[in-house]
């Protein structure tokens, strides 16, 4: 079975940094880009940041640019996003993703994890 | 970026009925277009891809049409199930953008 799990959500202040992970299985990681797609309270849908099968591009929506950074561990199939100098609008919903697709370059998020809830607050 | 707006907000309908959902891009995307579909607590679920492509498993009452900046999610029987929230989402370049969404009701 496809499975996305993720973890590491919780409570943290302003400026403060939380690393979120998701853990992959039933599907061959390594061949797989990768996603973070968040949900703020009440809200729609906002794709944070994308990365290669092998680590080696990385893009993020321009709001979480120089704050946050995803990463991959193949050998662990695990994929991660590190936080750094959240604000009260990053309060969201964290869901992973599997982005991928057709040779064509038609891509698509499938499956998605459950989510981790990060709140922002002091 | 490429803006994704989607018609209506939301809808009433009733079962048996049929249920069109309209998402305009502000720029031509091909056929680089998803739809989601979104139950409260839960994840999104992938419905169709490719603007027309049905996703493994997804009944065949949804249905998915256009190209250039226009494009239509379809019911065609709507059942109790389906009441949830509907995105759709461009991948035509980044950023990678969603609609609004539609919330979907049954009366």
């Known amino acids: 079975e496809v499975q996305l799990v993720e973890s590491g959500g919780g409570l943290v202040q302003p400026g403060g940094s939380l690393r979120l992970s998701c853990a992959a299985s039933g599907f061959t990681f390594t061949n797989s880009w990768m996603s973070w797609v968040r949900q703020a309270p009440g809200r729609g849908l906002e794709w944070v940041a994308n990365?290669?099968?092998?680590?080696?591009?990385?893009y993020y929506v321009d709001s979480v640019k120089g704050r946050f950074t995803i990463s991959r561990d193949s050998a662990k199939n695990s994929l991660y996003l590190q936080m750094n100098s959240v604000r009260a609008e990053d309060t969201a919903v964290y869901y992973c993703?599997?982005?991928?697709?057709?040779?064509?370059?038609?891509?698509?998020?499938?499956?998605w994890g459950q989510g981790t809830l990060v709140t922002v607050s002091s | 970026d490429i803006q994704m707006t989607q018609s209506p907000s939301s809808l009433s309908a009733s079962v048996g009925d049929r249920v069109t959902i309209t998402c305009r891009a502000s720029q031509s995307i091909d056929s680089y277009l998803n739809w989601y579909q979104q139950k409260p607590g839960k994840a999104p679920k992938l419905l169709i891809y490719a603007a027309s492509y049905l996703q493994s498993g997804v009944p065949s009452r949804f249905s998915g049409s256009g190209s250039g900046t226009d494009f239509t999610l379809t019911i065609s029987s709507l059942q109790p199930e389906d009441s949830a929230t509907y995105y759709c989402?461009?991948?035509?370049?980044?950023?990678?953008?969603f609609g609004g969404g539609t919330k979907v009701e049954i009366k």
């Open positions: 990365i290669k099968e092998d680590g080696s591009k990385k």
């Open positions: 993703a599997r982005y991928n697709g057709l040779p064509t370059n038609h891509n698509w998020f499938d499956p």
């Open positions: 989402q461009q991948s035509y370049i980044t950023p990678l953008t």
